[in-house]
């Protein structure tokens, strides 16, 4: 019988031998791949996190002790080990186990937070509670895979360095693919001195020790200071070339590390030594993404950080080839714009690969600029590359630019400087949850003066966009599509002004308004109320904001107008459309369709837009409703 079989929680583990535990760091890996290969998910860093999440829950005791993840995709063996092995078949499937921590699934779940960079100030906001209350519980938080170079982790950092009581631990998780300290042959080379040294350090006696001996030094006639000035600095020598802990020490924050992460023996015993110093310590780990399965391993791109379907053995993709994707066509055409236009630069957030930027990076690595996951620094770097003379494109998921808002608007629109951001993932995304939905972008962008904004109904309709957003130096320009394949390009059959009208029946009585992607529904709607006898007109804006005057004449020759978008309703394109025309004494009926502002959960694409009436059959009849009511209460009326 298969050791992990006999894991439904953390007290099973406590027992266990050393052998054991390795044979149970084995299966649960065979266990990750054989289950995420099936349902995707975020595979290699998970792997990588098998010995360190057997050693916290060995250590600390979940979930009185609270174990925070950031940003929350490396908590599947957590989940494992916490109950949840038999929901892996539903992982990121509908109603099935989240690919992040969840609250409503397990009472070890504290934090649902997967958005980078946040595990600190709530593990720094959770302990203080702690303390206040009187309790002596631990919070725990672990924190890498990126998340370290967010701005808001050091924030958080600066303050626990000087929060005195704590009982809080830092995991640093360095698996290369975070954040660059003075790792590799040092920490294999030291690490039993570094046991030796991490056991020592975050003794109490240790600290008042060392406290006892400044003292005598300092207080020593005339050659006092100059001896300790001495001793401070070949302490700190030593301990800087033992391991990279300037960074965190010249806080004032106690180091230990750096620690072998798949050395279970060795982070049990940093893990021990830190609950010990009673005070906020930090836990450095070094650990391999991908660890125990070669296709992982051997790729170097994001060692299978997330996956789709793929084969469990070979590693390659089960996914249906030649499918061409939105990220491909704007990867393509901006690297086509770089080459003609030496001003174009490009920004990303730890997201080369998946923004489709790594084909402009190849081409033109010296114009592109990887900050990590800062968003807000991307954003205001963009202002000031713009204010230098170039035009940078940032292309980030829709749902991580919410967090440059300010920066957005004060930044870059306030100067009134030519940046592009091009927003992946828009809309609903679908497994990944509600984080993940990209469903808030438009409404916050509404409100930046002088924002332009198109949602591509098509590829042809995309590069035209990216085009002339490049060409724009007097404000931001605003491109957002989602994550699914390109669709089928959709011609205009005629043009309004700089309104394309995509279907127009005899005698319209009904304006369709599509958006983005969700144009070949509008079509539809208007071909179903065409069949009914009802007169429609389909269009797209092309560019959303501003509402042109062009789409406002053409909401006031019709009786009624239904706007269809992939963003929530408060505040979106429709909510837009209708302010704008009250504004112009424009008293056409308006209903808008959209997502509904509220947490989306994880689920299938197709299935969550039929669910929130977002389909052709469902947005028709409501108008074919409306109208057939109208005419009957007209009717009774004039009876």
Same mark, same amino acid.
């Given at each position: 019988?298969?050791?992990?079989?006999?894991?439904?929680?953390?007290?099973?583990? #406590?027992?266990?031998?050393?052998?054991?535990?390795?044979?149970?760091?084995?299966?649960?890996?065979?266990?990750?791949?054989?289950?995420?290969?099936?349902?995707?998910?975020?595979? !290699?860093?998970?792997?990588?996190?098998?010995?360190?999440?057997?050693? @916290?829950?060995?250590?600390?005791?979940?979930?009185?002790?609270?174990? $925070?993840?950031?940003?929350?995709?490396?908590? =599947?063996?957590?989940?494992?080990?916490?109950?949840?092995?038999?929901?892996?078949?539903?992982?990121?499937?509908?109603?099935?186990?989240?690919?992040?921590?969840?609250?409503?699934?397990?009472?070890?779940?504290?934090? %649902?937070?997967?958005?980078?960079?946040?595990?600190?100030?709530?593990?720094?906001?959770?302990?203080? &509670?702690?303390?206040?209350?009187?309790?002596?519980?631990?919070?725990?938080?672990?924190?890498?895979?990126?998340?370290?170079?967010?701005?808001?982790?050091?924030?958080?950092?600066?303050?626990?360095?000087?929060?005195?009581?704590?009982?809080?631990?830092?995991?640093?998780?360095?698996?290369? #693919?975070?954040?660059?300290?003075?790792?590799? !042959?040092?920490?294999?080379?030291?690490?039993?001195?570094?046991?030796?040294?991490?056991?020592?350090?975050?003794?109490?006696?240790?600290?008042?020790?060392?406290?006892?001996? +400044?003292?005598?030094?300092?207080?020593?006639?005339?050659?006092?200071?100059?001896?300790?000035?001495?001793?401070?600095?070949? +302490?700190?020598?030593?301990?800087?070339?033992?391991?990279?802990?300037?960074?965190?020490?010249?806080?004032? @924050?106690?180091?230990?590390?750096?620690?072998?992460?798949?050395?279970?023996?060795?982070?049990?015993?940093?893990?021990?030594?830190?609950?010990?110093?009673?005070?906020?310590?930090?836990?450095?780990?070094?650990?391999?993404?991908?660890?125990?399965?070669?296709?992982?391993?051997?790729?170097?791109?994001? #060692?299978?950080?997330?996956?789709?379907?793929?084969?469990?053995?070979?590693?390659?993709?089960?996914?249906?080839?030649?499918?061409?994707?939105?990220?491909?066509?704007?990867?393509? %055409?901006?690297? #086509?714009?770089?080459?003609?236009?030496?001003?174009? $630069? /490009?920004?990303?957030?730890?997201?080369?690969?998946?923004?489709?930027?790594?084909?402009?990076?190849?081409?033109?690595?010296?114009?592109?600029?990887?900050?990590?996951?800062?968003?807000?620094?991307?954003?205001?770097?963009?202002?000031?590359?713009?204010?230098?003379?170039?035009?940078?494109?940032?292309?980030?998921?829709?749902?991580?630019?919410?967090?440059?808002?300010?920066?957005? @608007?004060?930044?870059? &629109?306030?100067?009134?400087?030519?940046?592009?951001?091009?927003?992946?993932?828009?809309?609903?995304?679908?497994?990944?949850?509600?984080?993940?939905?990209?469903?808030?972008?438009?409404?916050?962008?509404?409100?930046?003066?002088?924002?332009?904004?198109?949602?591509?109904?098509?590829?042809?309709?995309?590069? /035209?966009?990216?085009?002339?957003?490049?060409?724009?130096?007097?404000?931001?320009?605003?491109?957002? =599509?989602?994550?699914?394949?390109?669709?089928?390009?959709?011609?205009?059959?005629?043009?309004? !002004?700089?309104?394309?009208?995509?279907?127009?029946?005899?005698?319209?009585?009904?304006?369709?308004?599509?958006?983005?992607?969700?144009?070949?529904?509008?079509? *539809?709607?208007?071909?179903?109320?065409?069949? *009914? !006898?009802?007169?429609?007109?389909?269009?797209?804006?092309?560019?959303?904001?501003?509402?042109?005057?062009?789409?406002?004449?053409?909401?006031?020759?019709?009786?009624?107008?239904?706007?269809?978008?992939?963003?929530?309703?408060?505040?979106?394109?429709?909510?837009?459309?209708? *302010?704008?025309?009250?504004?112009?004494?424009?008293?056409?009926?308006?209903?808008?369709?959209?997502?509904? *502002?509220?947490?989306?959960?994880?689920?299938?694409?197709?299935?969550?837009?039929?669910?929130?009436?977002?389909?052709?059959?469902?947005?028709?009849?409501?108008?074919?409703?409306?109208?057939?009511?109208?005419?009957?209460?007209?009717?009774?009326?004039?009876?």
């Amino acid at each position: 019988m298969p050791l992990l079989d006999e894991i439904n929680g953390p007290d099973d583990l #406590r027992d266990l031998t050393p052998e054991q535990l390795r044979q149970l760091a084995e299966e649960i890996r065979a266990f990750l791949i054989t289950n995420v290969s099936r349902t995707g998910g975020h595979l !290699g860093p998970n792997l990588g996190v098998v010995e360190l999440t057997l050693a @916290l829950h060995r250590v600390f005791e979940s979930p009185g002790d609270a174990i $925070v993840f950031d940003t929350g995709h490396q908590s =599947y063996v957590h989940k494992i080990l916490t109950g949840r092995r038999h929901l892996f078949p539903t992982l990121r499937q509908p109603g099935g186990l989240s690919g992040y921590p969840s609250r409503a699934e397990s009472p070890h779940d504290w934090v %649902e937070n997967s958005h980078a960079s946040t595990s600190l100030s709530w593990a720094d906001g959770m302990a203080k &509670a702690n303390l206040l209350k009187g309790s002596d519980r631990f919070v725990v938080a672990v924190i890498g895979d990126g998340a370290l170079t967010g701005g808001m982790a050091w924030e958080a950092l600066n303050n626990i360095a000087v929060a005195g009581e704590e009982r809080l631990v830092i995991v640093v998780n360095d698996n290369g #693919r975070s954040y660059t300290p003075t790792v590799g !042959g040092i920490a294999t080379q030291l690490s039993a001195l570094g046991k030796q040294l991490s056991a020592i350090r975050t003794d109490r006696r240790y600290e008042r020790t060392l406290q006892r001996i +400044k003292e005598a030094v300092r207080n020593a006639p005339v050659i006092g200071q100059m001896v300790y000035g001495l001793m401070h600095g070949f +302490k700190m020598g030593v301990k800087d070339v033992l391991a990279p802990q300037g960074m965190f020490s010249d806080l004032g @924050l106690k180091y230990v590390g750096p620690i072998d992460g798949h050395d279970q023996e060795a982070v049990e015993l940093a893990l021990h030594q830190a609950k010990k110093f009673g005070a906020p310590v930090l836990v450095h780990c070094i650990t391999q993404k991908g660890r125990g399965f070669k296709a992982a391993e051997e790729n170097e791109q994001d #060692r299978f950080h997330a996956v789709g379907k793929i084969d469990e053995v070979t590693g390659e993709s089960l996914a249906e080839l030649g499918i061409r994707t939105w990220t491909d066509a704007f990867g393509d %055409e901006l690297a #086509r714009i770089g080459a003609t236009n030496p001003s174009v $630069v /490009a920004i990303t957030a730890a997201m080369l690969h998946p923004t489709g930027l790594d084909q402009f990076a190849r081409h033109f690595p010296e114009r592109t600029f990887d900050v990590g996951i800062a968003e807000q620094h991307a954003v205001t770097s963009a202002a000031g590359l713009a204010a230098g003379g170039l035009h940078p494109v940032f292309a980030v998921y829709a749902t991580f630019l919410n967090r440059a808002f300010d920066q957005v @608007l004060m930044d870059v &629109a306030l100067h009134r400087l030519g940046v592009t951001f091009v927003l992946d993932r828009a809309g609903v995304t679908g497994p990944d949850g509600p984080s993940h939905n990209g469903m808030w972008d438009a409404s916050l962008l509404g409100l930046v003066p002088g924002l332009r904004l198109s949602a591509p109904r098509d590829e042809p309709r995309l590069v /035209a966009a990216l085009q002339l957003a490049v060409s724009i130096d007097d404000g931001p320009t605003v491109l957002r =599509y989602s994550k699914d394949p390109l669709p089928d390009p959709l011609p205009a059959v005629s043009a309004r !002004g700089d309104v394309d009208v995509l279907l127009e029946s005899p005698r319209p009585r009904v304006l369709v308004v599509g958006y983005g992607q969700l144009c070949s529904i509008a079509v *539809q709607v208007g071909e179903r109320l065409a069949q *009914q !006898g009802i007169g429609a007109t389909v269009v797209d804006p092309v560019w959303s904001l501003p509402v042109s005057a062009d789409l406002l004449a053409l909401v006031a020759g019709h009786e009624l107008v239904l706007t269809i978008e992939d963003n929530g309703l408060a505040g979106g394109l429709g909510s837009r459309l209708s *302010q704008e025309a009250r504004a112009a004494g424009i008293d056409t009926r308006l209903r808008e369709f959209g997502i509904p *502002q509220e947490f989306v959960p994880q689920g299938n694409r197709s299935q969550l837009l039929e669910e929130f009436g977002l389909t052709a059959q469902q947005i028709a009849r409501f108008a074919t409703e409306l109208i057939a009511a109208q005419e009957s209460e007209q009717v009774t009326t004039a009876g």
